[in-house]
């Protein structure tokens, strides 16, 4: 289980349950501990995302969430400054024990809200245009409250913006052309074992992101 305000943190590099990451590689990206801007209290945790592959800057928890289930739900809130672009990027990576490790990963591209698979790139909702018109995107300059459940013994997600699911972010296990037969592709359930927020970009797209609130449980959490 993990339930942080980021309050415990007492100077600007993140320290106790939590720490700062690179996945692959890092450049210029940052990780920091902000009391500037927070959704509660005084503190929150800062990216500066810098575009290009080797500009991986995350904030990784420390716990193990291997056990977390049979479904494990995730709430953050998050505030971010520029669009999502039309290229790649994530901000959510999770350790995917049945990948091999390889990431379950949350950010967007064509400029809305999607779920991608770094094992086989496989994306959620597929990146057609009728695939995306079912997601959304991130509103930039206020806190949204990002909300996702992953099934452990099947390959299912769910995905909510607020208290609003996204359509498109939604796997039922019944294949969807344009939508989520792609990622059906792997019957393979996935199991998360850790959770990093942040940004990684695979082309263009700087951006500066706060998350605050994050809690992982085996039951629905709500913002």
Known sequence: MVCSGFED????TPSGG???AAPDCSGTGTVSV???VAHSGTRSVR???KAGYCNHAFLASTANLSAVGPVMYVRLWVRHTTALPSGHVAFVSMPDSSQGGKA???????GALQWNRE?????????SPAGVALSTPLPTGSWQ?????VDTTKPALDTWLGDTQVPGLHVDGVPTQDVDQQ???STTPPRPTALRLGWESYSTGDDTLWFDDVAVGSSPIGC
């Open 9 to 12: 943190q007492t100077g600007t």
């Open 18 to 20: 939590w720490t700062v």
């Open 34 to 36: 902000d009391t500037s």
């Open 47 to 49: 990216v500066d995302g």
């Open 104 to 110: 379950l990963r949350i950010g967007g591209q064509n």
């Open 119 to 127: 094992s086989d790139d496989a994306t959620l909702p597929a990146q």
């Open 145 to 149: 409250c990002l909300r996702f459940a």
């Open 183 to 185: 990622w059906l592709s």
